[in-house]
């Protein structure tokens, strides 16, 4: 799993957002990206290259949960990235 080097996680104030790097395009705020500390946090894992095993362990570590929810939560967040193109499998 890997994101889309377009992409990059910010924090402004309270609010994790990600942001399209620039490419000489006008910035259309219209489709910004806010994440939740989760979000953010799985984000990150994938900015440092991961696979899903690692990925769930990192979540169960992080928070209190099981396998299965930490499973379930990787493979939800990946595929809305996915499906926005931040993020390929």
């Given at each position: 799993?890997?994101?889309?080097?377009?992409?990059?996680?910010?924090?402004?104030g309270d609010t994790y957002i990600v942001v399209r790097l620039?490419?000489?395009q006008s910035v259309n705020f219209s489709r910004l990206i806010?994440?939740?500390d989760?979000?953010?946090?799985i984000f990150k894992q994938l900015e440092n290259g991961t696979d899903m095993d690692s990925l769930v362990a990192a979540i169960m570590?992080?928070?209190?949960i099981?396998?299965?929810?930490?499973r379930d939560a990787a493979e939800t967040y990946l595929t809305k990235l996915v499906d926005l193109g931040i993020?390929?499998?």
């Open positions: 799993m890997k994101l889309n080097g377009k992409y990059r996680l910010r924090k402004v620039g490419d000489g806010t994440v939740n989760t979000g953010a946090f570590g992080e928070y209190e099981d396998e299965a929810g930490a993020a390929e499998r």
